[in-house]
């Protein structure tokens, strides 16, 4: 299956989403945006599009 993955990477929030070619949510996650630390943001980024539920 096609889908489109998209990750908004905000001051207060990481958010990532997976929609079908006909635009349908598959799963949508949000979290905190670590402040300051670089390495903190790559991970939460990472644990996002990697989640299993």
């Known amino acids: 299956m ?4 998209g990750i ?3 001051g207060t929030k990481i958010e990532i989403i997976a929609l079908t070619p006909s635009s349908d ?3 949508r996650y ?9 390495q903190a943001t790559l991970d939460a980024i990472f644990s996002l599009a990697y989640r299993k539920s």
């Open 8 to 10: 908004d990477l905000g």
């Open 2 to 5: 096609d889908y489109c993955i």
């Open 25 to 27: 949510v598959l799963f």
């Open 30 to 38: 949000r979290v905190p945006t670590p402040q300051g630390n670089y």
